[in-house]
Structure formats: C-alpha cells, structure tokens
C-alpha cells in the first residue's frame, strides 16, 4: 500500500519536470541540519542532527540524501534512539530560481531506510529494529544568497513493517516502561521537521562541460 502511495506522489513530480535546462540545474550542495521528530505513539519529542547533499536535476527537481540521528527521551524512564538514511525529489510548482533574498517553495517525496533502538533507562532491556518508510511534505528554501540557503522541511513519515513503542504505566504511584515491537497499522508514523543550512559548491554540468572541452 505504501509503495502504491509513494508511486502516485512521485507521477505528478515527474510531469513538472519536462523542461529545458537552465543555470539553476545540475549543481551540488552540502548541508548541515537540525532535526525534530514529533507526533508519535510514544507521545515524546525527539531531537537530533544530521547532514545532507542535494543534486539539482533539472530546473524544477532537487534531489535530496540526507542522514540523521534523533534520540528521544520517553518520561525519563527510557531512550529512543533513530537512524535515517534516505532520499527526496522535491519539486518547485512556483518559482524555482535561487536569487538572494527570495523563498522557493517546494513539495517532496520519498523513501528512508530506518535504524530504531528503545532502551529502559531501568535495567537496559531495549528492542531494536530495521524497516523503511516513505514519506510526503512541503518546505521552502530561504536564498540568503545566490549559493546559501537555509531550509524549512516538515514531512510526514509512514513506516513499513514493525515499530517500536513505549508505553508508560502507573501502578499506584509507581511509574514503569513497557516496551514492545507492533506491526505497523495504515499510515502509522510521525512527522519529521528539520532545519537546514545549505551550499551550493559548484555545478555538475559546468564540470562535464569543461572536460569534453579539454579532452
């Protein structure tokens, strides 16, 4: 089902694209970006931090990779601890050129592939899994030059497979965890927000230019 959903995002992303190129494709950039996830079963926020790259495809597509790790702490009774690895197309709908002092709005879709570890703070029992999520979100690049951006990314996750959950029980005062692997149920997840600061280093296209010139 998720794979269906990711497939029927990604049709109209591919139709924006059916243009000429221009200057704003084919450039590299590098990232840095702080991360929040929130919204999940738990009903705990979790931080982190991470890095990211993004080739420009072609005017209206970006492509973004991108890694993170989010801990979360869950009452003070255990940790949760989240490796991302994954990918988005974003897709410009409005203006897509990146001039100093202009926002550029964009759609996105994806895939990660998720690492994910709750620990009791109490006696170290923990549960860890593997799986893989596709998610769907908006955003918007702020150009504070015409090579330096800095982006605001909100995008909902749906996992695939089993998730880990936490649950927190009070027994006549007495606060335990209880931790156990689900079956993922529809579009269960949790919405990832994250701020990034971006550059771009130079241009793939120039790059292969200038080589066939010398070859």
Not at 184 to 192: A, D, F, P, Q, T
Request: hydrophobic share 40%; with cysteine; aromatic share 10%.
């Amino acid at each position: 089902m998720n794979k269906i959903i990711l497939i029927a995002l990604l049709l109209p992303v591919m139709g924006i694209a059916q243009e000429q190129l221009d200057k704003e494709s084919g450039y590299f950039q590098l990232g840095v970006r702080n991360v929040m996830s929130t919204f999940s079963e738990d009903g705990a926020n979790g931080f982190g931090m991470g890095g990211q790259f993004r080739i420009r495809v072609l005017n209206r597509i970006n492509t973004d990779w991108y890694a993170d790790f989010i801990t979360t702490d869950i009452g003070g009774l255990a940790k949760r601890e989240d490796v991302h690895i994954g990918w988005s197309v974003l897709a410009y709908p409005f203006n897509y050129h990146t001039t100093k002092g202009k926002i550029t709005p964009y759609i996105l879709a994806g895939h990660c592939f998720d690492y994910s570890k709750v620990t009791s703070n109490k006696d170290g029992f923990y549960l860890d899994k593997l799986s893989s999520a596709v998610q769907l979100g908006l955003g918007a690049h702020y150009n504070i030059t015409d090579r330096t951006d800095i982006s605001l990314t909100a995008q909902y996750m749906m996992h695939m497979g089993k998730d880990i959950h936490a649950h927190i029980a009070d027994h006549d005062g007495n606060k335990h965890v209880h931790i156990e692997k689900t079956q993922v149920r529809g579009i269960e997840g949790h919405m990832l927000i994250n701020l990034s600061l971006n550059v771009r280093l130079f241009d793939m296209w120039d790059q292969h230019h200038k080589r066939k010139k010398t070859a």
